[in-house]
């Protein structure tokens, strides 16, 4: 489902290139879960980034359902993030002014693909009935990642996207929240790749990668 | 489109939570918006106006025969002209009392009246014959109906005793005029066969030359793309456009400051829509679509409350151009449909410039990058030296525009370039006093007042360059304004010379109250006066008769006099010239004018220039005697009385009683000096109206730049409230903060409306009206004035302060809580 050759990325700081891929090749299938780690500044998000298509590659190809990554515009890649990308972030990252009810919808009514019996299970599944009505602010770490994990759910991608998503959780709730997630990918059958510095977590998934120095150890 | 919709769905609800914001946003939009349209609103009626006299049956707009020297010529031209096939068209004009009021009499053929006469008033067809036929009618303007207060069918004598055909409404018509049948005006005006001139229509063929027929008794004068009377009012046009821009201006501060703090807190929420795949092209345009939506809304409102202000406004400015130029103006407002689309349009414009600089942040805006709140205020900073050399630059161009430039819109040009450049460098001088202030600081809590009042400056700078604007502006008009006015009073006391002043309805009337006061022992002198009107060198100029007598020679405000000036102007060669008319003609002591007169031309010395503030006519000061012979029609109506200050009232009482005088015919100085003032201050009252708009308008800026900026200054206040500074005490420094700017700001604010009012005075004035003040600085209203605005800024700074000072130690709490 996922393809990922010879992936270069490099970036200029204090005007010396900082080579941060130096020729990743990774393969994901369809319904596998796997972990992304590293120490920090091995590029786990920027692959991720790449992946997702916040951002250009160098060198090298991703191809997504045969969709090839790389070769996308501004707005093909916003389309397949749109469509077939679910994105979790270790800040939430959701609409401040939208209660919880509305993030949750939010990706899936800008592509099109809202599906009411989906949203209720979705609901349902993450403990979220009893807070709809409320603002991001008013939710906790834990119950905050769980609208980010809906949201990017919602659409029923084909890979979700996660990075560090328990990195601003306590021990239990992250445990809590991985258990979720993992549980969701298995109903929807997408991939999911996921970035953390937790072995303990990683383990937990179908495969564990590390990337190290720029390359898939 | 769902998508789209779905975007600005999410981009709307950002407004939702932060309320004050918004209203912040459609404030600044309304504000502009309102204040830019009514002042356009205005404009427009006047200009309305004066293309209603201009065409009022061939004003300037048409071309025309006139006599080369006298004021009127005979019929038979006019026969002669049209058997040789010329399309013209007689029109008589003179002056006429009605009912006390002094009115214009337009006497017009309408038969050969030229179909293309600019857009004058059409007479139909079923109207032509009772307009024509005995009684014929005079039409009216409505507004001049109400002066009048007549009805309509009504036949009024004039002053003569002659009756007026039945009045006759005619909606467009010009205020201030009345139309009748030429041959009824030749009667009223006792000028029989006689034309003032003949509009010219379209020639269907060759015409024959206009000397082989009428000779050199006709020149013809081709029509002005702008009218004397568009000329003469620009100033006072350009002068509120001026005053509209610039809270148009100030309003924009307040949507800029709006946008751009919504922008920098929306900055993650637009990530976020990006990361959820909304295009960079779809966000850009939802935003922009948001914001044309939003001036919409603003636009709207902004028309509606600039249509109040109009309608409030325009009494007064019809009664500023009645009083200063002479225009007349309808009090009841009318608007096209040009102007509401102008307004959403200028509501549009303006709130899309505002939000350039977000806008094109967000088109450039990485979809990675980390969000950095505040760094739009931070990056203000890099432009504090870039605006400084911006401020020398216009500084410079100031400069070079009052060395050089000659004309009004150069005297505006410096005023503007003043203003500008000031504001402009406001920034960098804020940032050197609070410099200082640190640097020599001791106590911790001063050295952070200092450091972050400086830090607050970027967030601050554009609203206090509203306050600085408007507060200068406010000086400068103020002190114009009040200089004007005690000129305006001494001047007054010289020409009101004489104790007593009554207005005979007719000469002979005239002639029996003269009589009948000479036989009267409280009356200490008589002082027969007179006006004539004439045109000198395509100007039209008052002739003003003067009594020859010694309390003349005392008080007539003269500027300026050739020796021994009032002793040659008794034989009746020689005369004093207004200031302005001096101007115009380019006129000084020692120079001849040539005024065509009844009986040929009329050369006048020069002798004296003298003030004559607020008349619109240029005016020629003559021994009256010497008029009367020059201008036998003059009327003799006018005259003065020297009396004791003790007799005034049984005398007043006594000619009222013995001539049936009403108190318009018959008053004392004291009377006639407070009419006239409180003319000159109705002038004046919309000009106080708009400073105290522009005064709020930078009011309002201060409090939405300081609620918008409260919320993103709790990173800074927390910490001193953990390390125990209690929440009013940070509120009062908070307060003392901003009042320190406002202070500082006010008083950069003082010299610059000094220089607005030394503009004004020696630049403005002159080239608009023709006369020069003396420049002088009322200390105590410049007090008064640092003190509004210092008021205005507390009260802008009192709602943030208040809830700082209530706020729930939680939220200074959450401060940490979000650090973690």
């Known amino acids: ?217 | 489109m769902r998508r789209a919709l779905w975007v600005l769905a999410v981009l709307l609800s950002h407004w939702r939570r932060h309320k004050m914001q918004f209203a912040t946003l459609l404030i600044g939009l309304i504000a502009a918006t309102a204040l830019w349209s009514g002042v356009q609103a205005i404009n427009q009626q006047a200009r309305n106006a004066y293309d209603r006299a201009a065409a009022t049956f061939g004003g300037a707009r048409t071309p025309m025969l006139v006599a080369p020297d006298t004021a009127t010529f005979p019929q038979e031209l006019f026969v002669k002209l049209r058997r040789a096939g010329w399309p013209v068209s007689p029109v008589l004009e003179g002056r006429v009392q009605v009912n006390g009021r002094s009115v214009r009499l337009l006497g017009i053929e309408p038969v050969t009246l030229p179909v293309d006469v600019g857009n004058a008033p059409r007479l139909g067809a079923a109207d032509l014959s009772s307009f024509v036929a005995p009684p014929g009618q005079t039409l009216v303007a409505r507004e001049t109906l109400t002066d009048l207060q007549e009805q309509e069918g009504a036949a009024p004598p004039i002053s003569s005793g002659v009756k007026l055909p039945p009045l006759r409404v005619l909606p467009q018509l010009v205020p201030d005029v009345l139309v009748v049948d030429i041959g009824v005006a030749q009667r009223l005006l006792n000028k029989p066969d006689q034309i003032s001139r003949l509009l010219v229509g379209k020639p269907n063929g060759k015409l024959a030359p206009l000397a082989r027929v009428v000779g050199d008794q006709l020149q013809r004068v081709e029509p002005n793309a702008e009218t004397e009377l568009e000329r003469l009012t620009d100033s006072f046009h350009l002068n509120l456009t001026a005053f509209g821009l610039l809270s148009f201006f100030v309003g924009l501060f307040i949507v800029n400051s709006a946008v751009g703090l919504a922008f920098e807190q929306r900055l993650p929420m637009l990530r976020t829509l990006r990361a959820c795949g909304a295009s960079a092209r779809l966000v850009n345009t939802v935003l922009v679509v948001e914001l044309v939506a939003l001036a919409l809304v603003a636009g709207l409102i902004g028309l509606a409350c600039g249509y109040f202000i109009a309608a409030a406004l325009l009494p007064d400015v019809a009664a500023s151009l009645r009083g200063l130029y002479g225009a007349q103006i309808p009090g009841q407002l009318t608007l096209q449909p040009e102007w509401w689309l102008a307004g959403i349009g200028i509501s549009i414009a303006g709130a899309l410039v505002a939000a350039a600089t977000s806008l094109i942040k967000a088109v450039r805006m990485p979809v990675l990058a980390t969000a950095q709140p505040r760094a739009w205020q931070q990056r203000q900073r890099r432009w504090l030296i870039l605006q400084s050399l911006a401020a020398c630059a216009v500084f410079a161009v100031a400069l070079l525009l009052l060395q050089y430039g000659q004309s009004l819109i150069a005297g505006f040009g410096v005023l503007a370039a003043l203003m500008l450049g000031a504001a402009l460098i406001l920034p960098a001088f804020l940032e050197l006093i609070l410099l200082v202030g640190q640097r020599f600081a001791r106590r911790p809590l001063a050295l952070w007042f200092w450091a972050d009042s400086r830090q607050q400056l970027s967030g601050l700078s554009l609203a206090l360059m509203a306050l600085l604007l408007a507060l200068a502006v406010n000086v400068g008009v103020s002190t114009m304004v009040e200089t004007f006015s005690r000129t305006f009073i001494g001047w007054l006391n010289g020409r009101l010379a004489a104790d007593v002043y009554i207005s005979a309805s007719d000469n002979a009337k005239g002639v029996a109250i003269r009589n009948w006061l000479k036989e009267r022992g409280d009356v200490q002198a008589i002082l027969s006066g007179g006006r004539a009107e004439a045109q000198v060198r395509g100007q039209p100029v008052e002739l003003l008769g003067l009594p020859d007598h010694a309390l003349y020679r005392e008080r007539w405000p003269l500027l300026e006099a050739a020796p021994r000036a009032w002793t040659q102007l008794v034989p009746g060669n020689a005369a004093f010239i207004s200031e302005q008319l001096s101007r115009r003609l380019n006129v000084r002591v020692g120079d001849v004018v040539e005024v065509p007169a009844p009986g040929g031309t009329w050369e006048l010395d020069i002798v004296g220039i003298y003030a004559d503030y607020g008349n619109p006519k240029g005016q020629l000061a003559v021994n009256v005697a010497a008029l009367i012979r020059q201008f036998p029609q003059t009327p003799q109506t006018r005259i003065g009385l020297i009396v004791a200050k003790e007799n005034i009232p049984g005398l007043i009482a006594a000619l009222q009683k013995q001539f049936a005088l009403d108190d318009r015919s018959v008053a004392d100085q004291a009377t006639v000096k407070a009419e006239s003032i409180r003319i000159f201050n109705r002038t004046f009252a919309v000009t106080s109206a708009l400073n105290a708009f522009t005064l709020g308008v930078a009011g309002i800026a201060l409090l939405t730049s300081l609620l918008t900026l409260a919320n993103s200054r709790l990173p800074q206040l927390a910490p001193l409230w953990a390390i125990g500074i209690t929440r009013p005490r940070l509120a009062a420094i908070e307060l003392t903060k901003t009042l320190s700017v406002a202070l500082f700001t006010s008083l950069l604010a003082v010299p610059l409306g000094l220089l607005v009012a030394w503009c004004l005075i020696a630049i403005v004035n002159v080239k608009a009206f023709g006369w020069r003040l003396p420049f002088h600085v009322f200390p105590l209203q410049l007090v008064e004035l640092v003190a509004v605005a210092l008021f205005a800024s507390l009260l802008a700074a009192l709602l943030p302060m208040i809830r700082l000072a209530r706020m729930q130690p939680a939220s200074l709490v959450k401060v940490f809580a979000n650090e973690r």
Not at chain 1, 96 to 103: A, E, F, I, Q, R
């Open chain 1, 1 to 217: 489902m996922l393809s990922i050759r010879n992936l270069s990325k490099t970036f200029s700081s204090a005007g010396e290139p900082v080579h941060v891929l130096r020729g990743v090749d990774l393969d994901l299938k369809a319904g596998e879960r796997v972990a992304l780690t590293g120490e920090s500044g091995s590029g786990k998000s920027t692959l991720l980034h790449l992946i997702a298509g916040l951002d250009a590659a160098d060198g090298g190809t991703i191809r997504l359902e045969g969709t090839e990554v790389t070769k996308l515009s501004d707005a093909g890649r916003a389309g397949l993030r749109r469509d077939r990308i679910g994105l979790v972030f270790q800040q939430y990252n959701l609409i401040p002014s939208l209660s919880v009810g509305d993030n949750l919808v939010f990706q899936a009514r800008i592509a099109g693909r809202y599906d009411a019996a989906w949203y209720k299970e979705l609901i349902e599944r993450l403990g979220l009935g009893g807070l709809l009505k409320r603002y991001p602010e008013q939710l906790s770490g834990g119950q905050q990642q769980r609208v980010a994990i809906g949201r990017a759910l919602a659409t029923k991608p084909s890979l979700l996207l996660a990075d560090e998503p328990t990195g601003n959780l306590d021990e239990a709730t992250a445990e809590d929240v991985l258990a979720l997630t993992r549980d969701l990918v298995t109903r929807t059958g997408c991939g999911f790749l996921m970035v953390t510095h937790s072995l303990h977590l990683a383990a937990t998934l179908d495969r564990h990668v590390n990337l190290h120095a720029g390359r898939i150890a």
